[in-house]
């Protein structure tokens, strides 16, 4: 362990100026409501980093180049994340961005690494319609943006699925005020409507982020019947939510995006969070594969925790970085517009701790968002939170994944 400390600290301390490193920059709140998130994902990535440079770097050609961080935190504030991008995408030798967490940071940044080809995979997540700007009829035909999440169509349709499972006929739907929320409320509406509108809707309440007291919002979904609570939301309101549930009496349960997994809402919550359900794509625990327990036991020595903030956002992340540096073997260069091409089409599988990846993307097809998106339901299960931490809401995924990474 300590030969794997020393290795991330060299990894991470790559001189700034160094000629033959591969520059990739992680970005995302690393402060704030969100941080849970930006700092899960990028301490994800940074052990994956580490890995690559402890083992002498990336071949290219006959160099070994090792990979330079270039970190920024969006505070996850729109402005400031428009202009980290411009600053990016003014960068030459920049061969591509790994990070981003909030809707609005993503629409207000990302045209600007798009104008200049600099290629991104959007992790651990943003709202669909960060992916969906591009995906119009006079939308660009080469587009260097990616995502690397369980993208909200795929949550959505989980989320409404569990409340039918469930037997609930009646639900109301909360979101916050961001980017995020309302399109994750949309996301919700198409589901049910997909559905065949078999949940009624009974209260629809919106909250702002900062909020504190939810007690006005529970109160018209207690008594309007709702029998489950539809959320969507990124912030420490969500345990604000299942705190003032407790506090009106309204025992229902929470069904909502994977952020219901973040520390903050699982430690402000306290008991009051128990029995949250969500989609993850990956859980923390062990005994599934080695890989994941070498993972979960480098994740805990290297950054001192008994628990993984966003366990989520960190998978997330190594595995992405994994996926950017084949496409940069692939492509035998830094140079971030022929990264996008291999990344559109990887030729060797990667086995990180969320899957093996084969071919996770291909050519951008603007009638088709799904082509730069790398995430399917297969790779995506119900989590629920019990006593501090996220299990797997169904034994059998716990099995089906544990057989998977036997082969």
């Known amino acids: 362990m300590k030969a ?57 050609g006959d160099k ?7 970190e920024r935190d969006d505070e996850a504030k729109n402005e400031r994340g428009a202009l980290i991008a411009q600053e990016l995408a003014s960068m030459a030798d920049l061969s ?8 609005g940071v993503v629409m207000a ?71 995020y929320g309302v399109s994750g409320r949309d996301d919700l509406l198409n589901q049910i409507k997909k559905q065949g509108d078999k949940l009624e809707v009974v209260a629809s309440e919106k909250w702002n ?9 529970l109160l018209k979904a207690k008594a309007a019947g709702a029998q489950a609570v539809l959320i969507w939301g990124i912030g420490p309101e969500l345990a604000a939510i299942a705190n003032g549930k407790a506090k009106v009496g309204y025992n229902v349960p929470l069904i909502g ?21 969500m989609p993850q794509t990956f859980i923390e625990e062990k005994g599934i594969s080695p890989k994941i327990d070498k993972f979960i036991n480098d994740y805990h020595a290297s950054y001192k925790v008994e628990r993984i903030p966003s366990p989520v956002s960190a998978a997330q992340g190594y595995d992405a970085v994994l ?15 022929k990264i996008k091409a291999a990344l559109e089409d990887l030729k060797t599988p990667v086995k990180g701790v969320i899957a093996t990846w084969t071919k996770p993307y291909t050519k951008w097809d603007r009638s088709n968002v799904e082509t730069h998106e790398a995430f399917r339901r297969a790779q995506t299960v119900m989590g629920k939170v019990q006593d501090g931490r996220v299990t797997f809401s169904n034994p059998a995924d716990r099995d089906r994944l544990k057989a998977q990474a036997a082969k």
């Open 4 to 60: 794997f400390l020393a290795a991330l600290l060299c990894a991470l301390a790559v001189p700034a100026l160094a000629a033959d490193t591969v520059k990739i920059a992680l970005t995302g709140p690393y402060s704030g409501g969100s941080a849970p998130m930006g700092t899960s994902t990028r301490d994800g990535s940074k052990l994956a980093i580490a890995e690559i440079n402890a083992a002498g770097g990336i071949q290219i």
């Open 64 to 70: 070994k180049m090792k990979i330079e961080i270039i």
């Open 96 to 103: 591509g961005v790994i990070g981003s967490v909030n809707t």
């Open 109 to 179: 940044g990302d045209k600007h690494l798009q104008e200049k080809g600099i290629t991104k995979i959007i992790c651990p997540a943003a709202g669909s319609a960060s992916m969906t700007q591009w995906a119009k009829p006079d939308g660009p035909t080469e587009l260097s943006i990616f995502r690397f999440a369980a993208h909200d169509g795929i949550q959505a349709a989980m989320v409404v699925e569990e409340a039918l499972r469930l037997g609930f006929k009646k639900v109301a739907i909360f979101y916050d005020s961001t980017n």
């Open 209 to 217: 982020i900062g909020d504190k007291d939810m007690t006005a919002q």
């Open 257 to 277: 995006g994977w952020t219901l997994s973040m520390s903050n809402y699982i430690d402000n919550a306290g008991a009051n969070g128990n029995g949250a359900l």
């Open 323 to 337: 996926i950017f540096v084949e496409a940069i073997k692939q492509a035998q260069s830094t140079d971030s517009r």
